[in-house]
T-cell receptor
Framework: DQQVKQNSPSLSVQEGRISILNCDYT??????FLWYKKYPAEGPTFLIS?????DKNEDGRFTVFLNKSAKHLSLHIVPSQPGDSAVYFC?????????FGKGTKLSVKP | DSGVTQTPKHLITATGQRVTLRCSPR?????VYWYQQSLDQGLQFLIQ???????AKGNILERFSAQQFPDLHSELNLSSLELGDSALYFC????????????FGQGTRLTVV
């Protein structure tokens, strides 16, 4: 049973436009949600997180939105840049146990 | 550079063998986490240590074990290796035990032949 789901395996966006990456979860007991970016042959890089008591967190070009009633979170990247091309993982944390989705491959085209 | 160091970067070994993967967390981080990423799977949580004590356990096989030493570095021991154990093994560390912002190492790619 997959507790964290990223239903889009890939997403292609034009440079300068908005990228929206989506994630759904099933366990209402998660207390933190995180987004990671991963390049091939490298470890995941932390991007941004949000506590379950908030509904939005912003850091530069990255904004994470949390909709607890829908058990849904999204990562917005504005404006998208070619260097953002990577696999993005959504993760949910409960008492230290970080559960990852399977990732969405973002391609930003010049 | 995340500050988390994993060695070795690559490891090739035969079935039935035993290997040890090493992780040095970021300076000041007390929590260490181990994850496995297979070809067709996402990142699977294996185990967490906080300040030397096991804190959380995920999908870790009985053939696998880990420990965190007084200097906070951690080792993941994989024994009786099978072909299906071939994967990328990541270590991550964080200051707190709740994993609100974990930093990952570059991973160890294990190939079992």
């Amino acid at each position: 049973d997959q507790q964290v789901k990223q239903n889009s395996p890939s997403l292609s966006v034009q440079e300068g436009r908005i990228s929206i990456l989506n994630c759904d979860y099933t366990n209402s007991m998660f207390d933190y949600f995180l987004w990671y970016k991963k390049y091939p042959a490298e470890g995941p890089t932390f991007l941004i997180s949000i506590s379950s008591i908030k509904d939005k967190n912003e850091d530069g070009r990255f904004t994470v939105f949390l909709n607890k009633s829908a058990k849904h979170l999204s990562l917005h990247i504005v404006p998208s840049q070619p260097g953002d091309s990577a696999v993005y993982f959504c993760a949910a944390s409960r008492q230290g146990n970080l559960i990852f989705g399977k990732g969405t491959k973002l391609s930003v085209k010049p | 550079d995340s500050g988390v160091t994993q060695t070795p970067k690559h490891l090739i070994t035969a079935t039935g063998q035993r290997v040890t993967l090493r992780c040095s967390p970021r300076s000041g981080d007390l929590s260490v986490y181990w994850y496995q990423q297979s070809l067709d799977q996402g990142l699977q949580f294996l185990i967490q240590y906080y300040n030397g004590e096991e804190r959380a356990k995920g999908n870790i096989l009985e053939r696998f074990s880990a420990q965190q030493f007084p200097d906070l570095h951690s080792e993941l021991n994989l024994s009786s290796l099978e072909l299906g154990d071939s994967a990328l093994y990541f270590c991550a560390s964080s200051v707190d035990p709740h994993n609100t912002e974990a930093f990952f190492g570059q991973g160890t790619r294990l190939t079992v032949v």
